[in-house]
């Protein structure tokens, strides 16, 4: 955590290596919120552990370093993935990956600038 604040900082490459034979590592030092929730949603789903580590990749995916060549659908569609591997149920992941589909436009357009989350 990062100044009293839900973020997480990766001390070691995390490597994530389940999807579609896709080998995704986040470096060292990647700054992540692991997911961002809206205000008024936080008291339907919090930041439990099992989201954490698919919003990292998440994350990483949305930045313009990330060293595959995927749409946002794509990298969402990973995200969805990663959330059922860790154990997050149907409707959760599910309801989280519509938000994310719907809102997240404007942080995908935005990696072409400076990444600051």
Do not use: C
Not at 43 to 65: C, L, T
Not at 103 to 117: E, F, P, S
Request: proline share 3%; aromatic share 18%; glycine share 8%.
């Amino acid at each position: 955590m990062v100044e009293g604040t839900r973020h997480f900082w990766s001390m070691d490459d995390l490597t994530f290596s389940d999807h579609k034979g896709a080998k995704v590592v986040v470096p060292a030092g990647f700054l992540s919120d692991g997911l961002s929730i809206p205000k008024v949603f936080q008291s339907i789903f919090s930041k439990s552990p099992h989201y954490i580590w698919a919003g990292i990749v998440h994350d990483f995916g949305y930045r313009k370093d990330f060293p595959h060549d995927m749409t946002r659908k794509e990298v969402d569609l990973l995200f969805l993935f990663y959330m059922k591997m860790y154990g997050v149920g149907w409707f959760t992941r599910h309801t989280i990956y519509r938000a994310v589909r719907l809102g997240a436009m404007r942080n995908w357009k935005a990696r072409n600038a400076v990444y600051h989350k």
